[in-house]
């Protein structure tokens, strides 16, 4: 059973930080592209950054130069280190991992940023 457990959201106050962690448990062999999605209320779920298991990595246009992804593989986790937040940013980030093919999902973390 894999489980990916996010933390790390909270409320913040535009041009704010917050840093996302998404931790990878269970029965893993090897994690492939890791990734981070976020679904504001009434719009559908969005790519935000992604990375390979070689760290080659791939982001939103809206979150380019703010937001940076990263993993380490040793711990099974994922990272997201959010820069200068905006109101639009806010929404539910959700963890995503790709392992034999297969996705899977975290609960969700909220991330509130207010002007």
């Known amino acids: 059973q894999v489980q990916l457990v996010e933390s790390g959201g909270g409320l913040v106050q535009a041009g704010g930080s917050l840093r996302l962690s998404c931790a990878v448990s269970?029965?893993?062999?090897?994690?492939?592209?890791m990734g981070w999605y976020r679904q504001a209320p009434r719009k559908q779920r969005e790519l935000v950054a992604t990375?390979?298991?070689?760290?080659?990595?791939n982001y939103a246009d809206s979150v380019k130069g703010r937001f940076t992804i990263s993993r380490d593989n040793g711990k099974n986790t994922v990272y997201l280190q959010m820069n200068n937040l905006k109101p639009e940013d806010t929404a539910v980030y959700y963890c995503?991992?790709?392992?034999?093919?297969?996705?899977?999902w975290g609960q969700g973390t909220q991330v509130t940023v207010s002007s």
């Open positions: 995503r991992a790709l392992i034999r093919f297969k996705p899977y």
């Open positions: 990375i390979t298991s070689g760290g080659s990595t």
């Open positions: 269970g029965s893993i062999f090897t994690i492939d592209t």
